[in-house]
C-alpha cells in the first residue's frame, strides 16, 4: 500500500468520528458568526496581520468590518505559510463555496464578505456547522455568575472557568458579584466556603462537566488557611489570598467530583502594545513540580493539563506517566501548530496510557473553526498513528482507528462524563 494512501485511510476514517469538544470560548447564545469580521476577528488572525505590519487603526473594535477585512486580507500574503491561514482557507472552502486549488488574493476580500454574511444568516445556519462538523457537544469557558440560562446545556456544555475568583477576589466588583450569585457575603473563612459552595450547586445542577482556570508561570498553590483569612483579609486584603482560594476550588472539585483543567504558564501582557488577546506569551519558568503538593494531595481529582510550550511537553508526558491523576489535555495556543502537535502527540503516544490523553479541543470563538482545527489535528494524528503504530506492525489500521477515536472522543466522555 502506498505510504500517503494509509494515512488517507487514517485520516478518512478519523473524519467520521463524532466530536466532543473539550474546551472553547463559545457563546452559546450568539455560537456562529455573523459576517466574515467574526472570523477574521479571531485573535490569530488580527495579531499574525499586525505582526506583518498591518497598523492598528483597522483593528480597534469600532472600526468599520468591511474594511478590517479588506485589509486583513490584503496582507493575508504575507503570513499564507501559516497554519492559520490554512484554517481560513479551510472555512472559506467548506462553508463560502471558495474555489479549492486557489489561494486568497486581496480582491477576494469583498466577494467573501457579502457571501458570508448570506450564508451566515440562515435560520439553520448553527445545524448546518454542526453537522458539517460532526459536532456533537462542545464544552463552554463559564464566568462564576453566568446564569446557564437560554441554551441547551446538553449540547452546550457548562464549565465554571475560575480565574476571576482566584485572581480577582481583591476587586469589590468580583466580590459583589459572588454575593449576587450566592446570596453569601464573603466576610470570613466559612463565608467563602459558604459562596463557592453554592457557586458549585449552581454549576453541577445546570449540567457542568468541568472547572477550568488559567495560571501564570510563577503560581504556586496552597492550602487555605481559614484559621488566618479574616486577619489576611484585614491587614493585605485579598490579593495574596490567590494560592488558597485556587486550594479551594480544588477541594470542591473533589466534592462535586469535577475534572479541574489547568491550562499552565501564560504570562500576560509581554507586549504592551498588542492587539487584543495579543499581549500574552510564555517563559521558561514554569515547572509542573510547583503543582505536586496539589496532585498528592488531590487523588479523587481529575486534573487535565495544558501546557503553552512544547518545551514543557516532556515534564507533562512525565507527570501523567506516574501521577493516575494527571491528563495531557490537547494542544494549547502557542502549542497548537503541526511541528508541535506532532512531537508532542508522539511523546504522549508512546508514553501515557492511551485512556489518559485527551486528544484536542479547538479553543474556538465561534463554531466554524471547530471543523478546520480539528482536521489539522485529524491529518497529524493519522500520520504519526501510520509511522508509529501500522507500518512498524505494532497494530492493525482497524486498531489503529480505534486509538484516535479513542484520542478524538472516547477519552472526553469518560474523563468528563459526558
Avoid at 287 to 301: G, H, I, M, R, T
Avoid at 331 to 357: C, F, G, M, Q
Avoid at 371 to 389: F, N, Q, S, T
Avoid at 392 to 417: M, Q
Amino acid at each position: 500500500m502506498p505510504a500517503d494512501q494509509l494515512v488517507q485511510n487514517l485520516e478518512s476514517a478519523l473524519s467520521m468520528v463524532p466530536l466532543i469538544d473539550a474546551h472553547s470560548h463559545i457563546d452559546p447564545l450568539s455560537p456562529v458568526s455573523k459576517s466574515l469580521d467574526d472570523i477574521l476577528g479571531y485573535h490569530y488572525y488580527t495579531e499574525l496581520a499586525h505582526s506583518a505590519g498591518m497598523p492598528q487603526t483597522l483593528l480597534a473594535k469600532d472600526a468599520d468590518p468591511r474594511d478590517r477585512v479588506r485589509e486583513i486580507v490584503r496582507f493575508m500574503d504575507r503570513y499564507d505559510n501559516t497554519a492559520q491561514y490554512g484554517w481560513f482557507l479551510d472555512i472559506a472552502r467548506a462553508f463560502l463555496g471558495f474555489e479549492d486549488g486557489r489561494k486568497l488574493v486581496p480582491a477576494d476580500a469583498d466577494r467573501l464578505f457579502d457571501v458570508a454574511a448570506k450564508t451566515f444568516a440562515q435560520p439553520d445556519w448553527e445545524a448546518q456547522v454542526f453537522a458539517k462538523s460532526r459536532l456533537e457537544k462542545v464544552f463552554l469557558t463559564n464566568e462564576f455568575d453566568d446564569p446557564l440560562k437560554g441554551f441547551d446545556t446538553a449540547k452546550y456544555v457548562p464549565c465554571l472557568r475560575t480565574d476571576a475568583l482566584v485572581f480577582h477576589l481583591d476587586r469589590p466588583d468580583t466580590r459583589r458579584r459572588l454575593e449576587a450569585i450566592s446570596g453569601v457575603h464573603v466576610r470570613d473563612g466559612a463565608t467563602l466556603r459558604m459562596a463557592l459552595a453554592r457557586v458549585f450547586v449552581h454549576f453541577t445542577r445546570n449540567g457542568a462537566k468541568a472547572c477550568a482556570i488559567s495560571l501564570p508561570p510563577n503560581f504556586h498553590p496552597a492550602k487555605f488557611d481559614d484559621e488566618h483569612f479574616y486577619e489576611q483579609m484585614q491587614f493585605h486584603g485579598f490579593q495574596d489570598l490567590a494560592p488558597g482560594v485556587f486550594w479551594l476550588i480544588a477541594e470542591y472539585c473533589r466534592d462535586f467530583k469535577l475534572p479541574f483543567d489547568l491550562m499552565i504558564g501564560v504570562n500576560r501582557r509581554v507586549y504592551d502594545k498588542g492587539v487584543y488577546q495579543g499581549q500574552d506569551l510564555f517563559d521558561q519558568r514554569t515547572s509542573l513540580v510547583q503543582y505536586k503538593d496539589l496532585f498528592n494531595a488531590f487523588p479523587d481529582v481529575t486534573f487535565p493539563v495544558s501546557v503553552l510550550t512544547s518545551a514543557q511537553n516532556q515534564e507533562l508526558v512525565a507527570h501523567s506517566w506516574i501521577f493516575p491523576n494527571v491528563l495531557p489535555n490537547g494542544h494549547w495556543w502557542y502549542s497548537n501548530t503541526p511541528p508541535y502537535i506532532r512531537k508532542d502527540l508522539t511523546e504522549r503516544l508512546t508514553a501515557v496510557p492511551k485512556t489518559k490523553l485527551i486528544g484536542y479541543y479547538s479553543d474556538a470563538y465561534k463554531l466554524e473553526f471547530v471543523k478546520p482545527k480539528y482536521g489539522m489535528y485529524r491529518r497529524i494524528l493519522a500520520h504519526v498513528l501510520a509511522d508509529e503504530y501500522v507500518r512498524p506492525g505494532a497494530l492493525s489500521e482497524t486498531d489503529a482507528v480505534a486509538l484516535g477515536t479513542r484520542l478524538l472522543r472516547d477519552n472526553v466522555k469518560e474523563v468528563f462524563k459526558v
